[in-house]
């Protein structure tokens, strides 16, 4: 029990130090930052890849402050999430009982074990893609406003 303890002392101080997720750029597709694809004229796909413990929230934020950034670069007012998928990676960690038992000749025997695991990544990774349309003039009432949402 003694062991318990300490390894779940272990795991909470680990995850205590978990690094924020900083915006900008990822230098691959698995990594922490930002991605963009432009699909058409005005139309965009932008993911964003938060770290281990980012709240979701946060992941959602910096994609749509990356497609503000695109629609601004591009000379576009305002833009519209016209699609967006959420995922979420990593594990919680758990807890497993098993029981067994066996025989061979004269002798048999029953075995119990009790496992666990430990998230030590500092909890799930989300993810999030927007497909944004962006365009001029006129803010539609269902978008945003490019300027604005870019800072």
């Given at each position: 029990m003694r062991l318990l303890i300490?390894?779940?002392a272990a795991t909470l101080s680990l995850a205590a130090c978990a690094t924020p997720?900083?915006?900008g750029p990822a230098p691959d597709g698995r990594a922490v930052g930002f991605?963009?694809?432009?699909i058409a004229t005005g139309r965009y796909r932008v993911t964003f890849q938060g770290g281990?413990?980012?709240?979701?929230?946060?992941?959602?934020d910096f994609a749509l402050r990356r497609a503000a950034e695109i629609a601004v670069r591009d000379g576009?007012?305002?833009f519209r999430v016209v699609?967006?998928?959420g995922d979420r990676s990593g594990s919680r960690g758990g807890t497993s009982i098993g029981i067994g038992g066996g025989t061979g000749g004269y002798r048999s025997g029953v075995g119990m074990g009790v496992g666990t695991t430990?998230?030590?990544s500092g909890g799930p990774a989300y993810r999030m893609t927007l497909e944004v349309l962006a365009g001029k003039g006129a803010k539609p009432e269902d978008a945003y406003d490019a300027r604005e949402m870019a800072g």
């Open positions: 300490c390894a779940a997720t900083a915006y991605s963009d694809y432009r281990p413990g980012a709240p979701p929230e946060q992941v959602s576009y007012d305002w699609d967006r998928i430990f998230d030590l």
